[in-house]
């Protein structure tokens, strides 16, 4: 059948021409439609619930919002695990569920069980929303709305807010693509009654009063209509507050003499802002506003930026004269950098094989021929790539291995020149008419055909266990085995149609030539290694036992090299995991980040600009609390640089100058990095350690002693214990008998207190299109410490008010920060940077160090994660799917050859192939990651295909009558001496473009956040 298709492309040459411009032009065509990115989406299926309440603590936010939404949601189909965060404040739940659930029935099913849930949650307080349909990976584009020079009095933090929240992002959510625009820093608008309770108390009204009087006077109605005569007059009243005049005018009531009691007797009446969580400083300027777009999950990255780039330059023009919008984290420069990695990529493998093909055949037009094949291949592996939904990026195609793909083409091509050069059925003849090369080129690549298709065939085998792979590892490297099996698929096709009949075509028909450069360099290399391997047969005991040897070797080598799941690469920039003592307020988080970031810039000429987002942002995907910020340090190319001449260097000299801080912590890592570990765990850190249990205080000793433990491991750096505690909080115990004495209730008392400090909102004010909460609140001043609280009047039923310390116990104490929450337990986490080890070898360590020093009571138990626990997942997946992977290599080569000894003999290519590889990552100092992974597996179908070469060659001379093995062998392994070089070579000096592309996928992320 194989020989048949060769013959008919032979014969019907314009029909395969044709068919191939139609590749090229539908190809071109997949490839404008081809969603791309810098990098694969590790992010697993999730939904995030969002509860904003700013008026409960930690442990009321966990018993009584964050725990029903658990619960409710438990036994969702498809659901793989829970994980909470319940902070004072803010509930983030999220769900995660396997990869064959959709997300927007997931969003349906939940937000059903949410409606069923609502009446357990506290009425007033808060309302669950979900996240936007975005990914851990989905900010695509950050950007600063500030004035600029020369206006910076005109616009303060406020305007610019609200600049950002009723221009820019009311703009930037119609463009296709962008699921959420997160408003970040600045100040919220709002429209204050600051009350003034003393006077409150002389007047004898209640901050309820005030209350009241707002939410009466505020409103809009309408009467219908009256006829007049043949038309119609349309009623409707206009009593919406417009502006401070309107509020100041409000009358709260009258008073005894009949003189009415006004909003501004009682209060000052002015233009405020929302309580913060999160603020951004640019540059060490100070203070600004921004936003976050976030893309739609599935959307193609490189068209939303560039539609959002296109939008913010038409939002440019209708701003405020001297208001400016500038970009600080554009995701486009890490496609671009994907799209010249992969043009690069494809080049250098073009190069490559046309080099290795015209140094050892000497022609140029044969290199030309087969390394068509890569762009058309790639052409092929596109179109599919489109059907089956997988994106391109660094890792799907710029990993790919360009020889592997023409390892068939090259077996073809070769064999069709030796036959034309040395060939004997030609006598005299020097050069072949068009009829007589169609005819050669049939047979030269009829009888190669045998083995290039199950040499193709065993390397689409070999990267099956990679296709394996699930959760994160599968989503890294997943799209780089389809791609892998697209393009082979692309080349088998090309090698049975378009190489044959391009050869009969474009090769030169001449028979006879003089030795070139290439086959008297080929006749020296044949020289030496006949000699040499003409010694070598006289040992044969000598060499297996040999090889075996330096096998047993390198495998104990293997298994001290330890593990990881990625390499750990420079990514080019630095992501600093700035905090302050727990309990700070916003303004100190604020001072410290501004000036790290001052001190950055000032001391280091490598540092370009360092960008601080403190805290969390409007849409709390990443719940940082106040005292946290992540100080983004954007620098400089590494040749330029001057202060140190590696990132750890560097690293290590801005933590040493940032230490003149003082209470100020500070954590070097890369962006992306720490991004992935967030995903991937929870957590930021490489490695982390989780101790589940129920008591908050147990969970936080025993996480300081693992934590004191951790530090004793070597290579251990950053480390960071979860801080549950030591948040000050004001505490009101109430004193049930009083307040039943003065015929109160804990409901109305709450309101007060929550009215008085926390602010409550009594409707919209409205100036045009925007709209602004109005809020009531006790005064700034009679809101700053303990006597506040403690003097709060409560108004009774009788008329009178008495403070809050007659009806309650109000003290300061400390309680529950954060609480964190997993498959429906509590847990806690201690997480540690590597720095110049193995993940494996350390985790194993302190494994052993925790089970020695720290006996867990009962219900009590820690867990290692991080990029530990993926590692774990894919060896455990690859041990299973390895071994089938090779038992289905050892079935091809027996039906290749039909027979167990022949397929034995190549089979024994694959370990001993590893040697030089094991040998080479301990000579470098590399542990085994899966990265590593990767490459062996490409090997050994490199390995396999030149078994299958050497012997196809020894059964055809021993078919063509020569029963001598060793002369065989001699014989066999001179005439294939020339492809097996090239196809080795030409697969592994491209694979050697594997470590740049993974040191790409780390360093073009560069200018991506966390």
């Known amino acids: 059948m194989l020989n048949s298709i060769i013959s008919f492309s032979i014969r019907n040459k314009l029909i395969i021409g044709v068919l191939t411009l139609g590749l090229i032009g539908f190809g071109g065509y997949s490839l404008t439609q081809l969603p791309i990115d810098a990098v694969p989406d590790i992010t697993n299926n999730q939904v995030l619930v969002i509860t904003s309440v700013p008026s409960l603590g930690a442990t009321d936010i966990e018993r009584l919002i964050t725990f029903p939404i658990e619960q409710v949601n438990s036994n969702l189909p498809g659901l793989i695990e829970i994980r909470s965060f319940s902070r004072f404040g803010l509930s983030l739940v999220t769900i995660v569920f396997d990869d064959k659930t959709d997300v927007y029935w997931a969003r349906q099913q939940i937000t059903e069980r949410l409606q069923i849930v609502k009446d357990e949650l506290p009425k007033g307080l808060g309302v669950p929303v979900l996240a936007p349909v975005t990914t851990g990976l989905g900010e695509i584009y950050q950007y600063v709305v500030k004035a600029k020079k020369g206006y910076e009095a005109q616009y303060d933090i406020t305007e610019l807010r609200t600049i950002q929240d009723w221009i820019v992002r009311r703009q930037l959510l119609t463009v296709p693509g962008v699921a959420d625009v997160s408003s970040f820093g600045g100040k919220l608008k709002q429209y204050e009654i600051a009350v003034d309770p003393n006077k409150l108390k002389s007047y004898d009204i209640t901050i309820n009063d005030v209350f009241t009087a707002l939410e009466t006077n505020n409103q809009n109605t309408g009467g219908a209509y009256i006829e007049k005569q043949s038309t119609v007059l349309y009623i409707r009243s206009e009593g919406l507050i417009g502006s401070l005049e309107d509020i100041n005018s409000i009358a709260v009531k009258n008073t005894a003499n009949g003189t009415p009691l006004y909003i501004k007797d009682v209060a000052e009446v002015r233009l405020g802002s929302a309580i913060r969580y999160g603020a951004m400083t640019y540059n060490g300027e100070g203070e600004v506003a921004g936003a976050v777009v976030m893309m739609l999950k599935g959307a193609n990255s490189n068209e939303v930026i560039n539609d959002v780039k296109e939008r913010i330059a038409q939002i440019r023009k209708i701003l405020p004269e001297g208001v400016d919008v500038e970009a600080f984290l554009d995701r486009t420069k890490m496609v671009n950098n994907a799209i010249s990695t992969v043009s690069t990529n494809l080049m250098e493998g073009a190069l490559i094989v046309v080099f290795v093909l015209v140094l050892f055949l000497g022609n140029l037009r044969a290199g030309i021929l087969v390394a068509s094949v890569i762009p058309l291949s790639m052409l092929f592996a596109v179109i599919m790539m489109n059907q089956f939904g997988v994106s391109g990026n660094l890792m799907s195609l710029g990993a790919l291995d360009f020889g592997l793909i023409v390892d068939g083409a090259v077996i073809i091509v070769e064999a069709i020149m030796h036959h034309l050069a040395f060939g004997t059925q030609f006598g005299s003849m020097t050069k072949l008419n068009q009829t007589e090369m169609d005819e050669e080129v049939k047979n030269s690549a009829g009888k190669m055909m045998n083995s290039a298709v199950f040499g193709q065939i065993i390397i689409l085998i070999v990267y099956l266990p990679i296709l394996t792979l699930q959760g994160i590892e599968g989503k890294m490297f997943k799209p780089m085995a389809q791609t892998v099996a697209f393009a082979l698929i692309g080349a088998f096709i090309l090698s049975l149609t378009y190489i044959p009949m391009m050869s009969s075509v474009f090769l030169s028909k001449k028979t006879k030539h003089k030795k070139n450069i290439s086959d008297k360099m080929m006749e020296k290399i044949e020289r030496v290694y006949q000699h040499l391997l003409k010694k070598v047969l006289a040992f044969p005991k000598l060499i297996v036992a040999s090889a075996v040897s330096l096998l047993v070797i390198a495998l104990i080598t293997l298994a ?9 690469l420079e990514e080019g920039d630095f992501a600093v995991d700035t905090r302050v003592l727990t309990g700070s307020n916003l303004s100190v988080s604020i001072d410290a980040t501004l000036k790290g970031e001052k001190l950055l810039l000032e001391r280091f000429p490598e540092v370009i600009k360092v960008v601080g987002k403190i805290g969390s942002g409007e849409v709390p995907t ?59 765990t929870g957590a930021r850190q490489d490695v982390v350690c989780k101790i589940f249990g129920e008591n908050l205080d147990t969970l936080a000793y025993y996480a300081q002693k693992l934590g004191n433990i951790a530090n004793t491991v070597e290579g251990s750096a950053n480390l960071y214990v979860e801080a549950v505690g030591g948040m000050p909080q004001i505490i009101v115990s109430y004193n049930r008998s009083a307040i039943a004495q003065y015929g109160l209730n804990i409901s109305d008392i709450n309101r007060i207190i929550n009215v008085a400090f926390a602010g409550q909102s009594t409707g919209l004010i409205y100036e045009n299109e925007r709209r602004f909460d109005l809020v009531v609140r006790m005064s700034g001043e009679q809101r700053k410490g303990l006597s506040d609280v403690q003097n709060l009047l409560i108004p009774t039923p009788r008329g009178d008010q008495i403070p809050l310390y007659q009806l309650a116990h109000v003290e300061i104490t400390e309680g529950p920060n954060q609480i964190q929450r997993e498959d429906a337990k509590r847990r806690i986490i ?43 997942a894919a060896k455990q997946r690859l041990s299973i799917a390895v071994p089938v992977s090779l038992l289905l290599i050892f079935v091809m080569l027996y039906f290749a050859f039909n027979s167990i000894k022949h397929g034995l003999l190549i089979y024994s290519a694959i370990p001993l192939s590893a040697i030089g590889g094991i040998f080479a990552l301990a000579l470098r100092g590399m542990p085994f990651s899966i990265s590593a992974g990767v490459g062996f597996i490409a090997l050994f179908g490199v390995a396999v295909l030149n078994g299958i070469v050497l012997v196809a060659e020894f059964n055809r001379l021993k078919a063509a009558g020569d029963l001598d093995i060793k002369n065989i062998v001699l014989s066999g392994t001179k005439v294939r001496l020339r492809p097996v070089l090239m196809t080795a070579l030409v697969a592994s000096l491209d694979f050697y473009l594997w470590p740049s592309v993974m040191v790409r996928v780390q360093r073009y992320n560069d200018r991506w956040p966390p």
């Open 560 to 568: 001290s090299l330890g593990g990881e799941f990625i390499p750990a």
């Open 622 to 680: 990443d719940p940082m609390p106040i005292e946290a910020s992540d100080m983004m340090v954007i620098l400089k190319n590494k040749k330029e640089w001057t202060s140190a001449t590696t990132f750890n260097e560097l690293a290590e000299k801005m933590g040493k100058a940032l230490e003149e801080i003082p209470g100020v912590t500070f954590g070097f890592q890369y962006p992306v990095q720490m991004r992935f570990n967030e995903l991937m």
């Open 830 to 872: 201690i997480g540690f940077n590597v720095r110049g080890r193995d993940v494996q070898s350390i985790v194993n360590e302190l494994q052993q160090k925790v089970e020695n020093q720290i006996n867990f009571p009962p219900g009590y138990y820690a867990t290692y994660g991080g990029a530990f626990e993926n590692l774990n």
